[in-house]
Structures are given as C-alpha cells and as structure tokens.
C-alpha cells in the first residue's frame, strides 16, 4: 500500500489554469470525491436570477388528480419508449469523461486476425501482466522502454495501439478513436481491450507484458479480469500535476499528437483525477500498487521503478 493522504502540486502551475482543473494528485476516495464534487460541479451550480427564483412554491390547495394521473401516464409511457426502443449501439455510445458501469457489458470487438477458437484456447492466464499507470506525460512510456530494453518484457501501450488503429487503413473504429483521443477522453474498452488481447496474442512465446496506460476506468479493469486476465502488479507513477503539464508541453513541440495541446491536456487530467485515479485506489486496497516517484532525472526514476518490481523482473 502507498500513502493516500499526500498532496503535491505547484502554485505556479496551478496559477496558469481555471480553478476547476486545479487537484492535489494523491488523494483518498473520500477527499478526492469530495474534492471532484466541489471542483466540477461548481460551475453548473443553480444562480438565481430573477426575483421568482427566490420564491418558496406556492403550496397547492388539493391534491391534483388529473395533475397526478398525467404525471403517471408520462412516467410510464417514458419507460416503455426507453425499453422498446433503447438501441445496443446506444449503449454503446459514449463519448463523455463519465463512462458508467453501465458500460461494463460492453462486447469486446471482434478479432479482424484471430479467429473466436484461437482467442479461446490462448492461455491468457499463463502470462504475467503489469499494468503501467500515472497521468499523462508522468513517465510510463519513457520508464517501458527502459524495462523492455533491460528484462525483456513486452511492451504494449494502449495509447500507441489505438493510435495506430486509428491511422490503418480500413479500420471501422479509426474516426471514432480520432474523436476521443482528440477530445481527451477514453476510447470504450470494447476495442481498446481487442486491440490490447489481438497485440497479447501477437507475442505467444512471451511471459512477461507491460500494459501502458491501461485500464483508464474501474469498468475497464474489471473487464479486462473478466475477458483476458487479471494483473499481477500495477506500476503507478506519482507525479505532480504542474511537472505532467510541463512535460507534456515540452513532449508536445516533437511528439506530433493531436493530444498533446493545453485544452485536449486539461481535459486529460480531468478524466484522470475522475476515472483513472480510482483505479489505482482500488488496486491498492488489494495491494498490488507499487508507487514510484516521477521526479528525479529519467535515470534516478528508472531506477526506482526497478527496485519496486524487482521481484517480477527477475
Ligand atoms: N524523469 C524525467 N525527467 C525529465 N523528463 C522526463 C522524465 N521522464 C520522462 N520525461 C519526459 O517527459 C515526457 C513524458 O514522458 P512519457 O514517458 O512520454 O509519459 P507518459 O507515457 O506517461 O505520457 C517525455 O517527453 C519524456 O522524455
Ligand atoms: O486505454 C486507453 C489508453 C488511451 N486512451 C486514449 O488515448 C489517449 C492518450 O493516451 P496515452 O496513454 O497514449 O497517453 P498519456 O495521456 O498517458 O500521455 C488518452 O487520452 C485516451 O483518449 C484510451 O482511450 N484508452
């Protein structure tokens, strides 16, 4: 288990952005709901405008029948609608910063490459996976490399992989993938776990994989556990909100993502702190977070990252 109380962020980096998208990076379930509640709902909050607003409604005299019979036949006239004639692809729909465990039954995609009796029979639960996780631009793609150089393990980012989904030719879901990368929210997991089980399948000698940046959401965890496997440890990289943004700012001038801009980046630490962040959460209290710090030159991390999971290295 990490500490879950501690606070870091930088007053000078907090000072460039609006109050809403200000957060400290580690915080416990309870701090970080109530901090979210506060933080992203302050701006829909209801401001009276008129002198109407400010008056009590008036108490009616009677009870309503006809009202009530109206309200009824409405109330169920709408479940019927929604019943009746709620699409699977509805469902499916969801290009928001607030994917629901509704979408927890989602269809895992089809395999363009392996057929259903190959998917089957690959024994998933033989390999050993460790997920890679932290905001954007905290290290995991840079600390990656350097295990896949040193210990061999395969590497597999969900960004790279749905990036390059997007770009191949042909692909059914490339411009719906286009649409949620550049609005910086999360791809749902029917084809990002597709892409990530046919790219596992790619490599059926190997023992060992780093997922990166994956899963982004409590539902995505749970379905990859259910679809795939589950994991054996998650590499979590603490960074300070102001050190992501300047890396990202810094990455932004040579990486040519669509991604990487200030408005697409704040949108990216809000589905963070939202959606991805309870995922670390809820693996620690099962204890399979190894924390590291992301400050320290690309060495000092790197080095650090050994020591928490050297006992999977090996
Ligand atoms: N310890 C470090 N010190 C300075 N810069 C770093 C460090 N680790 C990574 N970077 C740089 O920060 C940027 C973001 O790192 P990256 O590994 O791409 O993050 P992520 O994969 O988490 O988005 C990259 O340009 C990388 O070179
Ligand atoms: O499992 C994933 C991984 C990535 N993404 C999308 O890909 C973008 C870039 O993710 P990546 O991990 O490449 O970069 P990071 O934001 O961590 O630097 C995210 O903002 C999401 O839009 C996603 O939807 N699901």
Redesign the pocket.
Known sequence: MFPLSRTSYSSRFLSRLPRSTKFPVLLSQNQSTRLLAAQFSASRKFVPKNPEDFETPKKKTGPNVFLGIGILGSVLLAAYYYKIYRTEDDKKETNSDQTTASDANEEIMDSERFTKEEIAAFPFNSKKIVFVL?????G??TNSLKLVEEFGFVHL???????AEQNRPGSKVGQA?KG??????????SI?IAL?RDAIMDHPDATKFLI?????SLD?ARAFEKTITDCQAVLFYDCPVSTMFDR?MD?SKTSG?I??NEE?LR??FK??LNQSYPVIQDYSTKDKVRAVSCIGSVDDVYNKTKLSISDIVN
């Open positions: 932290g905001g954007p631009g905290s995991k793609g980012s969900a960004g790279d992989l749905l990036r993938i949620y990368i550049s609005a910086g929210t999360i791809v749902p997991y990002t990530l990166d940046g994956f899963p982004r995505q990202i990455r993502r991604d990487d697409t949108n990216r589905v963070y």
